[in-house]
């Protein structure tokens, strides 16, 4: 079983920044470990739909983010910390949500999907006020 635990969270100002991390352990059914899994970052604001933040290729080699927050969010990963990351500058109110870290497994290509990912975090509140 993979768990992902994410922290980092908090309540900032418009403007300003924030650093989420995602701690990775176990395994797969089928043995398959951290470094081969595909990584991706959501968030849910209230009252909406779950949305595709950021994603990075298990090897980091690949990164891809919604449109809003490029230039702003930066996806990155360490394999030897079995963790991942999303640096967020420049925080609007709009970015106010829970975000989670969700792991594809089974990568064919980096997804931005949320039903590519098989596993998930609890999710850690970002609340930005202006």
């Known amino acids: 079983q993979v768990q992902l635990v994410e922290s980092g969270g908090g309540l900032v100002q418009a403007g300003g920044s924030l650093k989420l991390s995602c701690a990775a352990s176990g395994r797969t059914a089928s043995g398959r470990t951290f470094t081969t899994f595909d990584m991706g970052w959501f968030r849910q604001a209230p009252g909406k739909e779950r949305e595709f933040v950021a994603a990075?290729?298990?090897?980091?080699?690949?990164?891809t983010y919604k449109d809003s927050v490029k230039g702003r969010f930066t996806i990155s990963r360490d394999n030897a910390k079995k963790a991942v990351y999303l640096q967020m500058n420049s925080l609007q109110p709009d970015d106010t949500a829970v975000y989670y870290c969700a792991a594809d497994t089974s990568p064919l290509q980096i997804a931005v999907h949320g039903g590519a990912y098989d596993y998930w975090g609890q999710g850690t509140q970002v609340t930005v006020s202006s």
């Open positions: 990075i290729a298990w090897n980091g080699a690949r990164t």
